[in-house]
């Protein structure tokens, strides 16, 4: 999240898209309602008609995949007619900068595309630089080379006729949500799966990001780019690197071309080899120097341009490569699409760990039907590990706030926390390479490794004692960011959770939820949210180019003149407190980005840095499918792609990865369109709530929801056996059939949407057909995110569960 979940009472319109929010993210709703009983109104759109729909004013059906157009459109209006919001575009945006005068889009690719590479060259998307290589501006936004301009130009394909032709949602429909955009502000977005898990999902985000850079609806009270995380800890896992392409704290992970600091610097730029320093100190400890470049050698080094998402993993099981996997809280047999394959792949590796609290589909995969477990020669270990009220640590939610959890109860027979079984396992595998000598050993002697009290056990502060940082020589916890060196002299595990720790006081646990000065909902004495216990990221652009705040009565931050310094309610989000508006770095409201400030097109650039020859301050990064979103059907769609045929999917998607398992199925063979989704009364892959008897008396099964006329057409009556089958597999489920659900016309002809949730398999107390078994392995080329949104199914009747 941009903003945090008590921010979103100050929101006049809520754009909720691929979110069902009230079911999922429940607690939400306590805020949404606040905002609502202030006149705020709700906007949803989704494919299906759900307990989020029932509290919008303005319910939008949307065909899976195709939020670019419907978005695109409201994008197009807005710049068409002027409705941006001049003074923060011109300031805090890229709107003036003057783009490459090569840059161009025809049918379907942007300018630089190489069809034999299957991407995109990128310096035609780049800025016009002058001879300090600094990115020159346009006097006004009446330059044709500026990015507005380009900008404008890009979208004008994207009419209200069009997006209704590919999206389903009517022209009138799409004019009134830009409207209600347009005329109420601040207005917040939230998004989660249904924007995300599409071979678009990245561009899907970046449509959010320029409609609100446009509005002016960033860095300021009920205003931002909301994306409601899923697991309880998601956030605070893909902060510490869950993310296979970088470090703790969102610092680039080294590839095979950077081995030293210089080479990294070069790369990434000062900004980020000092995280990295710190990152490196807090690792290795008195092993770091900086005469060995901190140990950056031992770090293992990824190879550029590889993607190490699990689908590489599955992909490297399947054709043998891979000897041993290790699944720690996941259940790869329900949750990844594509489970024949998934099955096949694990079924090739020498040895499965599955660190779990229950024998899951994953650990028992040689049980799954039509398995003979003799033919499989993987070796399966289960480590049972403690569930989250019997250990103790941090969860950091959505809003980057930080929490405390306490112990309740202790864990059942052999079962002990992750960290514990971490710590043995790690203890017992340096000891197993204690008398090796080879180089890539270095990393498990080198590290620095001593979480225990003084009765040997594990103590979770401690690892958030390391994560937060420390001065080198007085052991000092470090108080923040800007206490960290690039020298050595400090350490940070994660320098955006720097000063969690501040006084040597842990500030997760803070509970002071009566203190709010500003009067908006920043309780700064309540837990401690990253970076620096700000609330609302980018709350800079909350104020003029001078540091006034553009509405007085909701200010956040502002720059105070008297004290020659930022103030604020909330930590301010600029690159130094005493950096002035009239100094390059307080006109900087998106410090993170080389230029920062907002970017409508999404350019190459790297910021030269003034104090080091030759090195970059900073490079930011673009996604590879272009500078702006352009909208692409999912790989398998029941149509054509209206705006070009040519170019029917994402141009630099590479699928199928590998020579079989990976099928694409035709609307000839699949003519419905099949989205899957989580429900409320159960938890994911499942594998806790079927195991919890009144979570199965609610929801005891899965089931396939269809729309009547889908269903009268197809003689399918409520509660029918269904088989529901793809160029992938099949399951035989339950019908819903249901008003909720309805048909859309898409390019002119009657589309069927049906729905299943994806939460069952062949274990536990409530057992049902998995959804996965359909689904496609296909992921965003950016991210790897899967394409579990939009697929292509048959459906038939099998028999009645009727007497
Ligand atoms: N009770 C409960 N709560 C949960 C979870 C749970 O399992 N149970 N899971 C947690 C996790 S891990 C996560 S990630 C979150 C997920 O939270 P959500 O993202 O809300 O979950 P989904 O229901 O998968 O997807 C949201 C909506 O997107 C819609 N959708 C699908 N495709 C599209 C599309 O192309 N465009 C648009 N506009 N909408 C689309 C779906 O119909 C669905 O209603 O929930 C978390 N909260
Ligand atoms: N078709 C389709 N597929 C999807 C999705 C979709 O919308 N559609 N959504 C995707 C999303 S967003 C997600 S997040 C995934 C979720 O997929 P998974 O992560 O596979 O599912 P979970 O059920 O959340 O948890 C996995 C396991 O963690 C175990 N567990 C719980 N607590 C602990 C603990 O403290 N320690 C350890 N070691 N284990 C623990 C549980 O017993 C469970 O077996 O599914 C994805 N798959
Ligand atoms: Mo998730």
């Known amino acids: 999240?941009?903003?945090?979940?008590?921010?979103?009472?100050?929101?006049?319109?809520?754009?909720?898209?691929?979110?069902?929010?009230?079911?999922?993210?429940?607690?939400?709703?306590?805020?949404?309602?606040?905002?609502?009983?202030?006149?705020?109104?709700?906007?949803?759109?989704?494919?299906?008609?759900?307990?989020?729909?029932?509290?919008?004013?303005?319910?939008?059906?949307?065909?899976?995949?195709?939020?670019?157009?419907?978005?695109?459109?409201?994008?197009?209006?807005?710049?068409?007619?002027?409705?941006?919001?001049?003074?923060?575009?011109?300031?805090?945006?890229?709107?003036?900068?003057?783009?490459?005068?090569?840059?161009?889009f025809q049918d379907g690719l942007f300018s630089g595309w190489q069809s034999d590479k299957h991407n995109y060259e990128t310096a035609t998307w780049a800025y016009q630089l002058d001879g300090a290589k600094k990115p020159q501006k346009a006097a006004s936004l009446d330059d044709p080379h500026c990015v507005l301009a380009n900008t404008k130009r890009f979208y004008e394909r994207y009419t209200f006729q069009?997006?209704?032709?590919?999206?389903?949602?009517?022209?009138?429909?799409?004019?009134?949500?830009?409207?209600?955009?347009?005329?109420?502000?601040?207005?917040?977005?939230?998004?989660?799966?249904?924007?995300?898990?599409?071979?678009?999902?990245?561009?899907?985000?970046r449509s959010f990001a320029i409609l609100q850079l446009l509005l002016g609806n960033i860095g300021k009270p009920g205003t931002g780019i909301n994306a409601l995380r899923g697991e309880p800890n998601v956030q605070g896992a893909t902060d510490m690197a869950l993310l296979y392409n970088y470090l703790p704290g969102y610092v680039a992970y080294p590839t095979a071309n950077e081995q030293t600091l210089e080479e990294y610097a070069k790369a990434h730029g000062t900004f980020r080899v000092k995280w990295l320093i710190n990152g490196l100190k807090a690792w290795f400890g008195d092993n770091a120097t900086p005469e060995n470049d901190f140990g950056l050698a031992w770090l293992p080094k990824a190879t550029a341009g590889k993607s190490y998402s699990i689908f590489t993993m599955l992909d490297n099981a399947q054709a043998g490569k891979m000897k041993l996997l290790y699944v720690v809280g996941q259940n790869v047999m329900i949750s990844n699409p594509n489970l024949?394959?998934?099955?096949?792949?694990?079924?090739?590796?020498?040895?499965?760990?599955?660190?779990?609290?229950?024998?899951?589909?994953?650990?028992?995969?040689?049980?799954?039907?039509?398995?003979?477990?003799?033919?499989?020669?993987?070796?399966?270990?289960?480590?049972?590990?403690?569930?989250?009220?019997?250990?103790e640590g941090s969860i950091t939610g959505s809003g980057r706030m930080v929490q405390w959890r306490y112990k309740a109860v202790e864990p059942p027979g052999q079962a002990k926390g992750d960290l514990?079984?971490?710590?043995?396992?790690?203890?017992?595998?340096?000891?197993?390479?204690?008398?090796?000598?080879?180089?890539?050993?270095?990393?498990?002697?080198?590290?620095?490794?001593?979480?225990?009290g003084p009765d040997g056990q594990v103590v979770a502060e401690s690892v958030l004692k390391e994560i937060n940082g420390r001065n080198w020589k007085t052991g000092e916890l470090v108080a923040g960011i800007a206490a960290l060196q690039a020298d050595g002299s400090t350490s940070s595990g994660n320098w955006i959770y720097a000063g969690v720790f501040a006084g040597g006081k842990n500030l997760s646990k803070r509970r002071d939820n009566k203190t709010d000065p500003s009067g908006l909902g920043i309780y700064p004495g309540f837990a401690w949210t990253w970076p620096g216990n700000m609330h609302i990221l980018y709350n800079r652009a909350s104020c003029d180019a001078e540091g006034r705040?553009?509405?007085?009565?909701?200010?956040?931050?502002?720059?105070?003149?008297?004290?020659?310094?930022?103030?604020?309610?909330?930590?301010?989000?600029?690159?130094?407190?005493?950096?002035?508006?009239d100094t390059p770095n307080g006109q900087k409201p998106f410090r993170m980005l080389a230029e920062g400030v907002g970017r409508l097109m999404a350019t190459p650039y790297t910021d030269p840095d003034p104090k080091e020859k030759e090195l970059i301050r900073d490079a930011s990064y673009v996604p590879g499918d272009?500078?702006?979103?352009?909208?692409?059907?999912?790989?398998?769609?029941?149509?054509?792609?209206a705006l070009h045929a040519g170019v029917q999917n994402n141009p630099i998607l590479k699928y199928p990865?590998?020579?079989?398992g990976q099928p694409i199925g035709t609307t000839a063979d699949f003519p419905y369109v099949l989205v899957t989704s989580t429900i409320a009364e159960h938890w994911c892959a499942g594998s806790v709530t079927r195991n919890v008897p009144w979570l199965n008396e609610l929801v005891p099964e899965p089931m396939v929801a269809m729309p009547e006329n889908l269903a009268e057409q197809l003689g399918i009556r409520a509660d029918d056996q269904v088989k529901v089958w793809s160029a992938r597999g099949e399951a035989i489920v339950k019908a819903q059939v249901t008003k909720r659900m309805d048909s859309l016309q898409i390019n002119g002809k009657e589309?069927?949407?049906?729905?299943?949730?994806?939460?069952?398999?062949?274990?536990?107390?409530?057992?049902?057909?998995?959804?996965?078994?359909?689904?496609?392995?296909?992921?965003?080329?950016?991210?790897?995110?899967?394409?579990?949104?939009?697929?292509?199914?048959?459906?038939?009747?099998?028999?009645?569960?009727?007497?």
């Open 657 to 660: 990865r590998l020579k079989s």
């Open 626 to 641: 272009g500078p702006l979103p352009e909208f692409y059907e999912p790989v398998e769609s029941p149509t054509v792609n």
């Open 751 to 803: 589309v069927f949407v049906v729905w299943m949730p994806y939460n069952w398999g062949f274990k536990g107390l409530s057992k049902g057909a998995s959804a996965n078994l359909l689904t496609i392995d296909a992921g965003d080329p950016n991210t790897g995110c899967q394409e579990t949104k939009a697929c292509l199914v048959n459906l038939k009747r099998v028999g009645s569960t009727r007497a």
């Open 162 to 205: 069009t997006a209704e032709a590919i999206s389903g949602v009517p022209a009138e429909q799409i004019k009134l949500i830009a409207d209600t955009l347009v005329k109420n502000r601040p207005a917040t977005i939230l998004y989660a799966l249904g924007m995300t898990q599409h071979t678009t999902g990245v561009q899907n985000i």
């Open 420 to 452: 514990e079984v971490f710590d043995q396992v790690f203890r017992r595998v340096r000891q197993l390479y204690q008398n090796s000598n080879a180089p890539k050993d270095e990393v498990l002697k080198k590290a620095v490794w001593d979480y225990s």
């Open 549 to 581: 705040p553009f509405d007085p009565a909701h200010k956040i931050v502002w720059w105070d003149e008297q004290q020659k310094k930022w103030a604020g309610f909330d930590t301010p989000d600029v690159p130094a407190p005493t950096d002035g508006p």
């Open 1 to 104: 999240m941009t903003n945090h979940w008590l921010d979103l009472q100050n929101a006049k319109v809520f754009l909720i898209e691929g979110s069902n929010a009230a079911s999922n993210h429940s607690m939400s709703t306590r805020w949404i309602d606040k905002a609502r009983a202030n006149g705020a109104i709700v906007i949803h759109v989704d494919p299906r008609f759900t307990r989020t729909s029932s509290m919008a004013d303005i319910y939008a059906r949307i065909r899976p995949g195709t939020d670019i157009a419907f978005l695109n459109a409201i994008i197009n209006y807005v710049l068409q007619n002027k409705f941006y919001d001049e003074a923060f575009v011109k300031t805090h945006t890229n709107a003036l900068y003057l783009v490459n005068k090569d840059f161009g």
């Open 340 to 391: 024949n394959l998934v099955h096949d792949a694990l079924g090739k590796l020498d040895m499965l760990v599955v660190q779990d609290l229950w024998r899951t589909e994953t650990a028992c995969f040689w049980e799954k039907a039509g398995t003979d477990p003799k033919t499989i020669k993987t070796e399966v270990l289960l480590l049972p590990v403690a569930y989250f009220m019997e250990k």
